[in-house]
């Protein structure tokens, strides 16, 4: 096997595994050891390494969990990822969390925050809350003082203070993670046929679970060998999707976006490993450079006010003018307020710069792709018939 | 949140006065161009009208708008217009209600034109949909927003972070775009002195919500409810109008009480009152008195309720506090019912259940309101636990018309009521009614 494969195999293991194995045997490793789980789309992360616990993102159960208990919690028109966290929850696959966070993304995960309350009363759980003003002064007071109630609730769950040198040290790791994120994603843009987005996927999974100096020297190692890959380039259509941030698609849609002749060159699948667009400052106090960097060094999204109604949805035409798409893929979720709202919007931008676009709902557990590719594929040929390329 | 009733038994005072207020404030909006008035539009959960008064802007309410729509019949066209327009079948109907009314050339419920706001104040309270829905009325009125963000009581308390916040938002972000969009220096002296007539009108309120605890109850706290809400959740908290309003309708009420009444419906007095209910989650709007008159017909009153709260919750001690103005709006705003975690309104629905003397819970779930729906089977499985009282779970939808299934109501309402009045009689009940 060569190492790319070596890579994309762990990586699919780790992906494969519900039970969560190398988080529970990492745990289980040095007396002591915490485990915070979080969800979609961003919590910082480097508080969670700093306390000495291990962040793991929590996304659902993907098409790999049947649920069976999660539907007795939810009605029919609310998305599948509350309905598998739950049924990762009351099947004890989440038994070894120490601690549960919920951004603030949408009301169904807002809702589930106090769901979890009542249903792990034992586990500490907090909606984690982000501000929604950017001025230093008012939503960055505010957001200090967030992730300062924050930084006590997981010195709690560790048993131990967490200074400000440690968080230091922890966001020298993420600012590691997160060049080397942007590395991998920048050398897809450049040689898609080099990375195909299904294995990207899975190696960005694998750093939602794996400790972060790991998944570090994984990608690295991801970065040296996928070059030296013999593979074919096709002429594919090159495509920004867009609005699987929270439910993740099934890593057959992926697939089926690129077997249907489109190249993923940007996604937004899983915010959090690039949330934060540059290095997040090493001086100064911690707490306010990550509150700094949250309120104007970040990502876009839906759950993330625009207060400029000239740059809304500009973030996307940015990213197909940098990574030279042809095209946007908006695949959301059903019954996904953030995404589904949103949407009218960014067509309305995309439009106006002159963007193809198509869209499609999905579940996390949807099996028939065959419409996907139908229309994946479709859109692929109308760009390569009609595009200027 | 008045309706026109098609045919009234008897008008009470309070009913007329209510329609009153109403019509003049639609005229006042729809007149607001001739008359040089400005115009803000903001939402229920978070309304800051003494703020606006302050300002003599006229306070248009989208979601009113859309439930005005939704009994008059009107919304389903509208939310067709919208998902023809790209809007997802998936979202909130009342966006979509508000979308299609605008594309339709933004005829009020009474037919004449609303103006385009000038300020679009986002009270960022309880609900994520709020955003999306005035980024998009944004992009379409191309006027300036006000973002106020409430933070979420996810540990089912206000943080003094998050007053603080609230706070230095409304001085630093709301009162001067305020201020831009109207031409009016701001003059908390009058802010105060709306404070203080809107903690008259609360104190009146919540005397007639608390009505229900007495057998037979004089109101139905869900169907009459909204009727109730109607000033103090909308453009009048903070005027002598709601004050008067609500002065009426206590001493109105008072007699139903001294009389023994029940609830006035709109098929007259309501003589049997066979069943003490709590309601949770908001109600079907364009089968609004189909399915009002379920719940009558059985002798059904709904004791309390909790859409009541979402606009404000008073009843557990809060008012608007005339000293501490800007501090108060901020208590206010966060203690709106939907921005309280759902450990906090599980607690609240128990409280009412034993207060009021209920006989159980029925839920009315929304299809397109994830902020109530969303947990709500649990809830109905963690009230059952805790007061042994049985639940029911009903789906309809806000002024979707597709989604409102008479006969399914029907039936679910009656199985309940039926298991009610087994459980009375020493019959072990069937489990909850939620599939």
Known sequence: MSATADIVARCQGLFDDLHFTYAREWKAAVPGRKVVGYMPFYVPRELIHAAGALPLGVLGGGDQLEVIHGDAYYQSYICRIPRSTVELGVTGRLDFLDGMLFPSICDVIRNLSGMWKIMFPKVKSRYFDVPQNFRNDIGGEFYINELKELRDMLAEISGHEIGDDAIRASIALYNESRRLVREVYAFRSKQPWKAPSAEVYLLMRAGMILAVEEHNRLLQEYLAAAPLEDRPRHDNSRVVVTGAFCEQPPLNLIKSIELSGCYIVDDDFMLVNRWERSDVPLDGDPIQSLAFAYLHDSGDTSAKYEPDQKKKGLYLVESVKRNRAEGVIFAAPSFCDPALLERPMLQGVLAEHGVPYIAFKYAENSGQMQPIREQAGTFADSIKLWSDR | ?435
């Open chain 2, 1 to 435: 949140m008045s309706a026109m009733p098609v045919a009234e038994v008897v008008k009470e005072q309070s009913m007329l006065k209510q329609k009153e207020m109403i019509a003049a404030n639609y005229e006042l909006l729809v007149t607001a161009r001739e008359a040089g008035r400005k115009v803000v539009s903001t939402f229920v959960p978070g309304n800051l009208n003494e703020l606006i008064m302050c300002f003599d802007m006229a306070n248009n309410l989208p979601e009113i708008n859309a439930i005005q729509n939704g009994m008059r019949k009107k919304s389903g066209a509208y939310i067709m217009e919208a998902e023809k327009r790209g809007h997802s079948e998936d979202v909130c109907t009342y966006v979509k209600a508000d979308l299609g009314m605008i594309a339709k050339g933004n005829l009020g419920p009474d037919g004449r034109q609303l103006p385009d706001p000038d300020l679009l104040l986002l009270s960022y309270t309880g609900c994520f949909t709020f955003m999306k829905w005035f980024e998009l009325l944004r992009q379409q009125y191309k006027c300036e927003t006000a973002m106020l963000h409430v933070p979420y009581e996810g540990d089912g308390h206000a943080s003094k972070n998050m007053r603080d916040y609230v706070v230095k938002q409304l001085k630093e972000e709301v009162i001067p775009k305020l201020e831009r969009a109207s031409g009016v220096k701001f003059d908390i002296d009058r802010l105060r002195q709306y404070l203080k007539e809107s903690a008259k009108a609360e104190q009146d309120f919540v005397w007639v919500l608390e009505s229900a605890k007495h057998k037979p109850s004089p109101i139905d706290a869900y169907f009459g409810g909204v009727y109730y809400i109607g000033p103090i959740f909308t453009s009048f908290r903070g005027t002598e109008d709601a004050t008067e309003y609500y002065r009426l309708l206590r001493s109105e009420i008072a007699q139903r009480l001294a009389d023994k009444l029940g609830p006035v419906t709109p098929d007259g007095e309501m003589h049997e009152e066979r069943y003490r209910l709590v309601v949770e989650g908001p109600p079907n709007w364009t089968s609004f008195r189909d399915f009002w008159k379920m719940f009558y017909d059985e002798g059904a009153v709904v004791v309390a309720s909790t859409y009541t709260k979402v606009g404000g919750l008073y009843d557990l001690g809060f008012r608007h506090d005339p000293e501490h103005p800007l501090e108060s709006l901020a208590e206010y705003c966060l203690g709106c019912y939907t921005n309280r975690n759902l450990p906090s309104r599980i607690d609240l629905i128990e409280k009412y259940l034993n207060e009021y003397e209920a006989d159980g819970l029925l839920i009315n779930s929304i299809k397109s309101c994830n902020s109530f729906s969303a947990g709500q089977l649990l809830m109905l499985r963690e009230i059952e636990r805790r007061t042994g009282k049985p639940g029911a779970f009903i789906e309809t939808d806000l002024v979707d018309p597709r989604y409102f299934s008479p006969a399914n109501v029907k039936n679910r309402l009656e199985s309940y009521l039926q298991m009610i009045e087994q459980k009375r009689h020493g019959a072990a009940p069937p489990s909850a009614a939620a599939e």
